[in-house]
Nanobody, 128 residues
């Protein structure tokens, strides 16, 4: 079992930046690949970015490549999402998620069905 708590959301203007954090507690953090997802009103939850257990592999949705960066600090049991050049279409509730099924330390998935544990979400609103 792992508990996830996101923070760092808020209101920002187009072109601005935010950094989201997700603090994990419970089972050893290094046993989980981590992902960020988002859900806008009326839309399905979508993958944003993921990072492997080792931190050596990172993947991103095409819509955020070059603008968002995912990282993790295993000593602090925290995963981050640095978001730059924000656009109104980035407005959503952002969720972090933990995947404890992958056995390869460099593996990471973009499928929400792979992730077992979810945080409560943090709202990001980008004004035009």
């Amino acid at each position: 079992q792992v508990q996830l708590v996101e923070s760092g959301g808020g209101l920002v203007q187009t072109g601005g930046s935010l950094e989201l954090s997700c603090a994990a507690s419970g089972r050893a953090f290094t046993g989980f690949a981590m992902g960020w997802f988002r859900q806008a009103p009326g839309k399905e939850r979508e993958f944003v970015g993921g990072i492997s257990r080792s931190g050596g592999s990172r993947i991103y949705a095409d819509s955020v490549k070059g603008r968002f960066t995912i990282s993790r600090d295993n000593a602090k049991a925290t995963v981050y999402l640095q978001m730059n050049s924000l656009k109104p279409e980035d407005t959503a509730v952002y969720y972090c998620a933990a995947d404890g099924r992958l056995t390869i330390s460099t593996a990471v998935s973009n499928s929400m069905w792979q992730y077992d544990y979810w945080g409560q979400g943090t709202q990001v609103t980008v004004s035009s």
